[in-house]
């Protein structure tokens, strides 16, 4: 690290004030912050001394996600084996999977970094770190097929349209990877879903898996029939189609596990998403006896556990939901924020099936309404106090 360092201060003078690469002190600033701990200090406003900064903070929450990153790339390339009716080993689908998957990473950051170089340069202000979570986020939340050149637009399109607009990072409103992935969906809409896009079924000549093969996800199969060919434990492990990082329920629990550990994420919103999920979906098993349908009879009967696993649920509750600027800000209206977010993402699912990816749209949603609920949360504390004031 000494050499790094020795680096660093030898070129710094070019960057700083009056140096040929004076535009470009942002970018050297985010490398060498990204390295070593910054001697930066806080001249204004309430502030705590700590010894974990921002970067480090999004550098954790990255490290948790690598469960499912290297579950899912396995997942692709064994879904891709299975349409093609070949027998393959761990490293074979591993192998196959990294050349469909780390692709797609690597787009997603050099492009999103890209953005964010730029706007600190014409901004002349320090590169913001939260990037390092939505660069791995956008491709996890992915499916395999789409094209490279679409993670570009969308990953723009969420730098640009999600963030820089409000001001940066710990201003946008909406999380700023399913901002990208609302954006495909919407616009690129054969490219997010049917039965296809969830599995890799080209050949190494590019011809494609014959005719009759289904890709379709746990969820896919639901919403269109009522039932699905996939058992619990399936959905729990991960070994069914879906999006890049979203299928293994028990690589996304060790990041959960990570997050809550190191306390960066939220066990609050965690915990109230699966309640909110359990009780819609506890409602609707109550109530499906009486659905007008044999399809939405059997959707609606499907087990909490199953609901859970399903889709993106699991994925959004621990990694997206958690996102601390989208989310509310106040104990218990982060409470009611998560539990929101699971009672409307199966609400969604169920009732509409042209979005049975409910948990996306779900998000968003109370990602808009997130600074009313803690207004309303410290309105109410304001009365309470006041109450006891005049008592």
């Known amino acids: 690290m000494k050499l790094v360092r020795n680096l660093l201060d030898s070129i710094k003078p070019h960057f700083e004030e009056g140096g040929k690469l004076e535009k470009l002190f942002p970018v050297y600033d985010a490398f060498e912050t990204f390295a070593f701990v910054p001697d930066h200090t806080t001249h204004s406003g309430a502030h705590i ?3 974990i900064d921002m970067k480090r903070t999004m550098i954790t929450v990255v490290m948790a996600m690598i469960p499912a990153l290297i579950f899912g790339m396995w997942n692709v390339g064994y879904q891709h084996y299975l349409a093609l009716g070949m027998e393959s080993d761990l490293w074979t689908n591993l ?6 998957v780390l692709p797609m ?29 939505s660069g791995m986020l956008i491709p996890l939340c992915m499916p395999v097929d789409v094209p490279l050149w679409m993670v570009g637009v969308a990953t723009v399109f969420a730098v640009v349209i999600g963030k820089e607009v409000f001001g940066g990072t710990g201003m946008n409103i909406l999380n700023p990877a399913l901002t990208a992935r609302a954006f495909l969906f919407f616009a690129y809409p054969t490219k997010m879903s049917g039965d296809q896009v969830w599995v890799n079924t080209s050949t190494q000549e590019g011809q494609t898996v014959v005719d009759g093969f289904s890709g379709a996800t746990a969820l896919g199969d639901l919403a269109n029939t009522g039932s699905t060919q996939y058992s619990l434990s399936e959905m729990f492990f991960g070994t069914i189609p879906g999006s890049i990082g979203e299928t293994s329920a028990l690589a996304i629990l060790i990041g959960a596990a990570v997050l809550l550990f190191t306390g960066i994420g939220s066990w609050r919103v965690m915990l109230s998403v699966f309640a909110g999920g359990a009780v819609m979906a506890a409602i609707f098993n109550a109530v499906a006896p009486y659905a007008t349908s044999p399809e939405q009879i059997e959707f609606m009967s499907t087990g909490i556990l199953e ?7 699991l994925f959004g509750a621990v990694f997206m939901a958690t996102d601390p600027v989208s989310a509310a800000q106040t104990n218990k209206g982060k409470f009611w924020y998560g539990f929101l977010i699971g009672f409307f993402a199966i609400m ?7 979005y049975p990816e409910g948990m996306m749209l779900a998000i968003l949603l109370m990602n808009v309404f997130a600074p009313l609920i803690d207004h309303y949360v410290v309105q109410a504390n304001v009365k309470r106090r006041l109450k006891r004031v005049k008592a």
């Open 49 to 51: 001394r700590d010894k």
């Open 95 to 100: 192998g196959f999977g990294a050349l469909k």
């Open 105 to 133: 990473v690597v787009v997603s950051y050099a492009v999103g970094l890209g953005v964010e170089f730029l706007f600190a340069s014409i901004r002349k202000h320090q590169v913001n770190e939260g990037y390092l979570v």
């Open 307 to 313: 609901q859970l696993c399903l889709g993106g649920f």
């Open 348 to 354: 969604i699912r169920v009732f509409n099936p042209a």
